[in-house]
């Protein structure tokens, strides 16, 4: 589909936080607005500390805005209670984080199997080890995360964060803690999956060469979007 007529799958209309610390009000996002359509690869690039963590949990409904909304697929979000919330999440976003956030008592398989047990889904194993044999780790699915090296369990990541078929995935410096020749093997396959299944991306980095390989990017300073 032409991105260009594509429905728009995050729309985000004057978004602010702020939070209070002592007799002062820090502003971590100050009127942020902007549109992803369906499909769409999009990059948030700042430096530490300019807003680009506060506003990817904000686009996940993780936490609550000062002012401002924000459309997921047409849905509005901040209308929705936590538990609205929560299904949203478990129905249209999938997560790829820096700490890799792996369940540390589950194996591989056991891991990429949970959102697809907690959505109800019918061959859960299946269809978990299919995306483990994706991600090349077919041979790795009875190990646990600290059996794993850090690449591995980024992989790992990955199948968990497509095994519900999100819509839109939301990835948090997915190589931050990886080192630069496992950083670019992982971010080739994310892409690569990204693709096959036409998923929107919203990816948070500080690397500028990475942020080149999405269709765009979106600047953060201070809390505010630079033209």
Known sequence: MDK???????????????????????TILDGVSFTVKAGEAVAVVGASGSGKS?????????????SGNVHIAGEDLFALDE???????ARLLGFV??????????TALENVMLPLELAGARGAAAEAAALLDRVGLGARLSHYPKQLSGGEQQRVAIARAFA????????????????????????????EINRERGTTLVLVTHD??????????????GGRLQS
């Open 4 to 26: 260009q007529s594509s429905p728009v799958m995050v729309q985000v209309i004057n978004l602010g936080k702020q939070v209070t610390t002592g007799d002062s009000a820090l």
């Open 54 to 66: 506060t506003l990817l949990g904000l686009l996940a409904g993780l936490d609550t805005p000062t």
């Open 83 to 89: 538990d609205g919330r929560a299904a949203l999440r």
């Open 97 to 106: 984080f820096q700490s890799f956030n792996l369940l540390p008592a589950m």
């Open 164 to 191: 519900t078929q999100p819509s839109l995935l939301l990835a948090d410096e997915p190589t931050g803690n990886l080192d630069a020749a496992t950083g670019a093997g992982i971010i080739d396959l994310l892409f």
């Open 208 to 221: 500028l060469e990475l942020s080149r390989r999405c269709a765009r990017a979106l600047r953060l300073a």
